[in-house]
């Protein structure tokens, strides 16, 4: 069964301020903008997702509560999960692995570099570091989300075509 695993690194942020908890980094202007095209992107090429699992940092929030609204989807529907802030790539295939099998396209909002090592690890390439804002689409042939750990994707296409 096809699957899409949509990969989004959390829009651009603000440096932190002296003293102020990475986990409480906001996103820029150019960062809502860059969540609003992800959102765009999203839909005019996959129409929705069935599911969006995010890291609770601020800044992921807030890029997936921007790209939602532009998929329609609604917020209280967002998985978040401590574990995917800051991860490891083994974490992010935990939390993947455990979805119901009745979703077809899940969107993973979280952070470097352990995103783009999954990316990497998932579809047999080494691309570059993923931006931020940018989406990547990886179709999976899996009858269930925790065959994860065994499967090689295919990239089906990115926010930004110029980065794969």
Known sequence: MQRYL???RHAETYDPYPLQPDFERE???EG???ANETGKWVREHYQKVDAILCSPARRASATAHIV?????FNHDHILYDPEIYNPKESQLLRSI????DSVKKVLLVSHNPALTQLL???VNKNLA????GQVVAVSLQL???QDIYVTTGELAGSSLAQAL
Do not use: D, G, H, V
């Open 6 to 8: 949509f990969i989004c």
């Open 27 to 29: 996103l820029t202007p």
């Open 32 to 34: 809502i903008r860059q």
């Open 68 to 72: 939602a609204n532009r998929l329609y």
């Open 97 to 100: 692995s455990q979805l119901p």
């Open 120 to 122: 990497r690890n998932l």
């Open 129 to 132: 570091y993923m931006e931020p």
């Open 143 to 145: 009858e269930q989300w």
